[in-house]
């Protein structure tokens, strides 16, 4: 099992729409959690940090946390074009120190 | 946020060369670096922990003979890749933390594509 599992894309999504991207981890003592956005050939850059239970919304994003499920979600609502790019997920072992999802590509499509 | 700065972008070098990469925090202190690879497709992998002051911390499977990396400073970290292949062609990524707790996120380099022909 790997550390940190994404669901399979592409993820492809109509402009306006809300865009869900799913991830486990198998380290129940994992305490912090990212959201990267990748653009292609460009490095990671943060969306989102989430360190408890329960919701957290920045804009048009939204990360849930749910800790007994080893469980943490981004949603982008009102998905543009521009949101296209492969979405990693992180999960934090020591400060700064991150093991990351193989990633999931979103297409928005217009 | 926090800006980490990583040099050269690109790269191009013979078999057989060695190629060095530098990374740099510019306004903050970062006693931690981290060396990642990634391949076409493929997620980030963590090649190796920079300890400023002491010897990198290598993942399995990574040679450290290979992918040298030194530590100098607070805000300087390098990997020398030593005798490229085209194997080792890929994009190498940095990164660096602000501060010790468990929630300090991590803050990327620019990321290195290097081409080994």
């Known amino acids: 099992q790997k550390e940190v599992e994404q669901n399979s894309g592409p993820l492809s999504v109509p402009e306006g729409a809300i865009a869900s991207l799913n991830c486990t981890y198998s380290?129940?003592?994992?305490?912090?959690f990212f959201w990267y956005r990748q653009y292609s050939g460009k490095s990671p850059e943060l969306i989102m940090s989430?360190?408890?239970?329960g919701d957290k919304e920045d804009g048009r994003f939204t990360a849930q946390l749910n800790k007994a499920s080893q469980y943490v979600s981004l949603l982008i609502r009102d998905s543009q074009p521009s949101d296209s790019a492969t979405y990693l997920c992180?999960?934090?072992?020591?400060?700064?120190?991150?093991?990351f999802g193989d990633g999931t590509t979103l297409t928005v499509k217009p | 946020g926090a800006v980490v700065s990583q040099h050269p972008s690109r790269v191009i070098c013979k078999s057989g060369t060695s190629v060095k990469i530098e990374c740099r925090s510019l306004?903050?202190?970062?006693?931690?670096m981290f060396w990642y690879r990634q391949f076409p497709k493929q997620s980030l992998m963590l090649m190796a922990t920079?300890?400023?002051?002491?010897?990198?911390?290598?993942e399995q499977g990574v040679e450290k003979d290979k992918f040298l990396i030194n530590h100098a400073s607070l805000t300087l970290s390098t990997l020398t890749v030593t005798s490229a292949h085209p194997e080792d062609s890929s994009f190498y990524i940095c990164?660096?933390?602000?501060?010790?707790?468990?929630?300090?996120?991590?803050?990327f380099g620019q990321g290195t594509r290097l081409t080994v022909v």
């Open positions: 306004d903050f202190q970062a006693t931690t």
């Open positions: 990164s660096a933390s602000p501060g010790t707790a468990m929630n300090t996120e991590a803050f």
């Open positions: 992180a999960v934090n072992t020591n400060a700064g120190k991150s093991t």
């Open positions: 989430i360190y408890s239970n």
């Open positions: 380290d129940r003592g994992s305490q912090s």
């Open positions: 920079s300890n400023e002051g002491s010897k990198a911390t290598y």
